[in-house]
Every structure is written in structure tokens, then in C-alpha cells.
């Protein structure tokens, strides 16, 4: 196969027997990376596993761009996710995908449970298995040091921390030490299945079917990326980034509060000094990719990487309201060592401000993320997501789909990433809505109109009020991040290029012809497929919606006063949204769609 | 006679000149084949290649006499080769490599004057300069280590 590594590691944890399938018996009908996964994941996971049994599967998948074209680092994992109960997905860039391609696999199906802690070491064909049990314990940062000395040091690791080791349901997947498969909780499966981490190297590298024509096409779109005019701040990217949050009128404050942070402004001018003056940054990139979106940064003894474009940074400030930015720092490292989802993490902290256990903005938030890491005291029931949290306490909280915490944008005005967030199958909003008009109406309100006339006909579309054409925008970006994470392309980078080229570099790549219209088709087939494997767990209609808390409040002050969700306006979006998928009204994929898609119950 | 000269304190470590060397020379993407490597520690990254020195002291450990300067390019005779791997070994940078794949001592050939990792780092970090320009490069690295970017 060329593009493509041409096998997948199945590892099986319970009996430790590894076997190897063609790619090929997927690839055809479901892409790559995302679909791949996805159709894996629905094969194997039984309707009614829970997400810690030893029956969750979790599938690591790299799509055929991964590697071979710019930008393309991407790895992603599907599994059930503990947090929801549902599917959960979630991506990576780093360097990991790439070098698991190399090593002659294009993807690791990891199903049942070790009895002991242990750690998969993937060299080319030699897979081997490591008592893990002295390093459970340890952080990633650690935890990386620790498997580098187990031979070569080149390896890459995908591992969790602590708090993925103590099932805390906010644990992500950590790559290297700094990317961060945040999302769902799959941390926490990985630390069900007593796997602590997962190191690779390989030798052997991909084979590409038209090398001349790859090169071109490659040229070209790092051509378009350098000369975008996006691609020059990226430098600054990490002083500039909460400011343009603010701007864009996105972020959300505290545990949702409806009142405006007025020390919002103050707290983005104590961040920005704090990039630009009292810390170093070496600008940093994954594999292949030129934007340099995360930065080594050091401030006094300490150091560490981190991510920009995804707004972590911002989250601690905003969420956690820190004015102070060396508190801010503290807490980024603490959640960054023991491999937690920044956001997710902070949306837990703020509902606990809520119930009086901790003061945001002061050192006590550093107390409560050991008290969830190690799952004392309160931090046992915190643990376990902001939605059970609240069935506990019994104070009402917010998230969206299945008990997900909600991502960096305010939902209530956002009435797309209010849909998206509904409608996602893993409710991971950050799968939908990146290169949405509406988040950036405010910052460059002529692009976003300009992308809702496109897509919709009608610029109104873009104003994030306006609740008109708002499902055909979700349709529309959900489907160009299924292309994005199946094809192992960065969505960030992917979406200010045209799809033509990515499908050339598809079509160079691997000499299946390919073309953007067969893309969305891929797309829409495996959003279909996404949706089956959550119908069988019982999802409807009723299950497609956010905390009723969102419904309920309305914003008192700051840019968005007297905003509130319609809930009747809210229920014909997702009519609209069902319309377009070829969905009936209960949510559920008609005959005929599944028909058009080839699929089967 | 041009060289490639790096400019260290531009690299962020994207590996892209890994890809498109492998590429463009043994037609597959494989960082482990590529004569150019990025190598770093924590956040310095910075590329490494064969900088065809002047007395090379790979040329002049091997036994067979296999390596010369042709054109300004050191090649390696396949020929007289005995795969000793002795110019490995001797390099102060590590620039001369072994394909395991295809059994041969590979290295920077400056792609016949074009050199891809120049053409595809985004960061501008490879320059191909001519002889005479490069201590002027060398001191421009110096100055903007000590502080005195221009």
C-alpha cells in the first residue's frame, strides 16, 4: 500500500497475544485516522460495555497524510469515553503518529486489561511488553524520562499521568510532553486497562506512489500556509492569543456565571507581559508542520511546553479567573504534568467554587488538582466529571452532549456551538467548530461573512445570534474535521487551504484518485457511522441537548447582555441539523441513508 | 564551491527538511534515511548534514581510500566501499550515515546544487551560500548568540 504504513497492531492486554491486519481491509471504506477508528470501534466494543470494563477498545489511528504531508502529524483515538458513556474522540499532533507510521503501522487496537501495570514498546516488528508497576504512579514528564531509558532514546511515548492511573474521569492521553489527546477522559481508560504507556520508533518509513507529484503538491500548500497572513503572528501567538478570545467575545467566566469578569481585561495585559516579558518562549513545531503553534517556554527554575492555538492558557485565566499569571503558570504545570484536560479540569474547579470548596483565582485551586489527582477528600466525587459531580451535590452544573464540560467558548450566544455541542457524538466541541464564522465575527468580521455566504447563501448566517443556517455550518465543519482527523492532517492549517490540494496530496500519496466531493462523502459516511454506534447505546433525541442550566440563565452584563437560549429555537436547529444528515426526527439514520452510505446495523 | 550553512536559532524542529530529503532521494518519507537531521534538547532544535569540511577526517580514515571531493560535493565510491563504517564513527557531527536498506554510506550530495531542505524549510533555517560568504554567515550566528542581532 503506498500512503499508507499497510497494517494495524492489534495488542491484546488480557492474553498479551499480538496480531497484525491489512489496512487495506478498511481503507477503502473508511479513509483513514477518525473513520478507521470509528468503524473498528463499532465492530468491537459491545453495545452495553462500560467505558473501564476490560471489553472498551481503544483504537489509535494515523490517516494516510500522517507523515507524508505538511502539517500532518495527527494521530487519533477513539474509544468509549468514561465521561459520557458514549463515543469519545479525541486528536493529537506531536510527533508520535509519524513515527508509528515509520515503524510499519498505521494505527494500535489496544482491547482488554493487563493484570499488572505495563508498557507496550513498539520497534518496527519487535513489539514487547514492560512491567510498569514501579512508574504507575509516575507523572508524564517522568513517565517519558523513564521509558526513554528502557532503550532508545528516540522513542516517542503516548502515556498518562497520575491522575490517568487513578481513573480521573478529566485524564487525557499524553504525547511526548506536550501534546495531549485531551478530551473524554481516555486517559482513563488507559489507565482501566493498567497500560501506563505506549513508546515507538521505527525504521522503515512509508511509501509514497508518486514522489514528484507529493513533492509539488507538499511545496505548494506550505507555500499557501507561509503566505497566509496568519502565519506570521503565530510567532506571538501565545502573548496574543487570550486577548483575541476576549475580542472575538468567546470566553465564558467561573462556573458560567452570568455577570461579566470585569478583571478579564486586566488579567489578558498580566498574561500577554508575562509571555513577552518575564518568560522565555522557543518557538516549536510538530512533524512537517510550519506554524509553530507551541513554544518551549521557561520562567525562573521551571520549564515546560505548550500548546497556544487550542487556548489552555486562556481556559486557567478565563475559567479559574487568575489575574496573577505565576499562579496561572503553576497551575498550566500541574495540569500539564499529570496529564489532565486544561479545560475539562477547570470547568470541575469552577463548579467546586460554586459549592464554597475552593476560591478561584488563589493558590487553593493548586490544592484541589492534587485532591482530584489522588482522589481525596471531595476531589473523589470531582473526579468523576462536572455532570455526576452535580448529580451528587445536587447543584446544578453546566455541560453539554452526555455530561461533557464545556469547551472555551460561551455556548449561550453561540448558537452554532451550542448546536454543535448537542449534536457531537463524543460532545467534544473542539471536533466541530474550529474555522466556525461565528467565532470570529468580531476579530475579522468580513472573512466570516464571507465563509457564511459560501456555505449557507446568507452572510447573516455568520452572526453568532442568529440561530438561521446555523445546522448547515455545523453539518458543514463537522465534516471538514472528520476529513481533517481522517486523513491525519492538523485541522488548523487544513482549513485555510483548499480542499482540492489535500485531496491531490491524497491522490499523490497513495494513487487512489480522489477529489474534495468524494471527501465530504467520506466525511458524511463516517459522521453516519459515528451516530449508529451512539443510537446503539440508546442515544435520541433527548440526549442530544446541554445542561438545562443553559437553557435557564440569562447573561446579566458584559458584551452579551440579556442574551439567552431559546430552547424552542434550539429544537427546530437540530430538525434542520437531523434534515441535512439524512437523519428522521428522533435522531436516528433513516434506511435510506444508511443505504447511500453502505452501512449496516 | 557553495556549503550549507544553518542557522540554528531559526529552527523549530518541524522536521520537514527529514521528510523531503527521503523523499526526494530514496522516493519514500523515512526521517531514518534522510541525510539531514534535526537534533535538539527540549526546546533548541537545530538540523545537522555532512558541511563537507576540508580535511575531512572521514576521508582520511578510510582504509580503502573510497571518499573524495568532486566538485565541491565528497562522494563516496560504491565501489571501493567495503561498508566499514569507519567515517561514521570518526565524524565530529555525525553528517556521514549508513542506509541499512539499501547497504550504503549515504550523505549530504547537495542535491546537485539544488538542495530540497532549503527549498522546503519554512523557517529559512538552511541557506546555501557560497565558500567565500561563509564566515560572514559563521559571525552573523555568533553575533546573534551574544546578543548583537543585527
Known sequence: MFGYAGKILFVDLSTRLIKTIPTDKYAADFLGGRGIATKIAYDLIPPDADALDPENVLVMMTGPLTGVAPSSSRIDIVSLSPVTNLLGGSSAGGDFGAALKFAGYDGIVITGRSKEPTCIRIIDDEVTFHDAEACWEYDVYDTVDCVKKLGREDVQVACIGKAGANLVKTAGISFSKRNLAARGGLGAVMGSKNLKAIAVAGTKGVKVRDTKRLMEVNFEIQKRIRESPAFKKYENWHANIALSLLKARRPYFGDYEEDYWEEAEEAVRNAKRFFEEMATLRPNSCFSCPLRCWAWVEYKDEEAPMVACQGTFPAILFILKIKDPELAWKVYLRLQREGMDIMGTAAVIAYASRLGLVKLGTEDILWLIDEIVNREGPGNVLAEGVKRASEHFGVPAVYVKGGMESWSSDVRPFRGVALAGAVSESGSISRAIHGFPASSYYTKPEKAKKVAREIVGDESAAEPTNYKGKAKLVAYFENEHIIADSLGVCDTPMLSIPLELWAEAFTAATGIEMSPEKLHFYAEKIRTLERMFNVRRGVNREEDTLSPRLFESVIRSGPWKGVKLDREKFERMKDEYYKLRGWDERGIPTEETLRKYELEW | ?150
Not at chain 2, 582504509?63 to 567495503?82: F, L, N, S, W
Open chain 2, 1 to 150: 564551491m557553495p556549503y550549507l550553512i544553518v542557522h540554528e536559532d531559526k529552527c523549530i524542529g518541524c522536521r520537514t527538511c527529514e521528510m523531503v530529503c527521503s523523499l526526494s532521494h530514496e522516493g519514500v518519507v523515512n526521517p531514518d534515511l534522510s541525510r539531514i537531521h534535526v537534533l535538539g534538547y527540549k526546546g533548541e532544535k537545530f538540523p545537522i548534514m555532512c558541511l563537507q569540511c576540508e580535511d575531512a577526517p572521514c576521508e582520511l580514515v578510510c582504509p580503502m581510500e573510497a571518499i573524495h571531493m568532486q566538485g565541491g560535493i565528497r562522494i563516496v565510491d560504491d565501489e571501493k566501499c567495503i561498508r566499514c563504517k569507519m567515517c561514521t564513527l570518526v565524524c565530529p557531527i555525525g553528517g556521514v550515515l549508513y542506509d541499512y536498506i539499501n547497504h550504503q554510506m549515504i550523505r549530504c550530495d547537495l542535491c546537485g546544487g539544488d538542495p530540497q531542505c532549503v527549498k522546503y524549510c519554512p523557517m529559512n533555517v538552511i541557506e546555501l551560500v557560497p565558500d567565500d560568504a561563509v564566515p560572514e554567515a559563521r559571525k552573523r550566528g555568533v553575533r546573534i548568540l551574544y546578543g548583537e542581532a543585527d
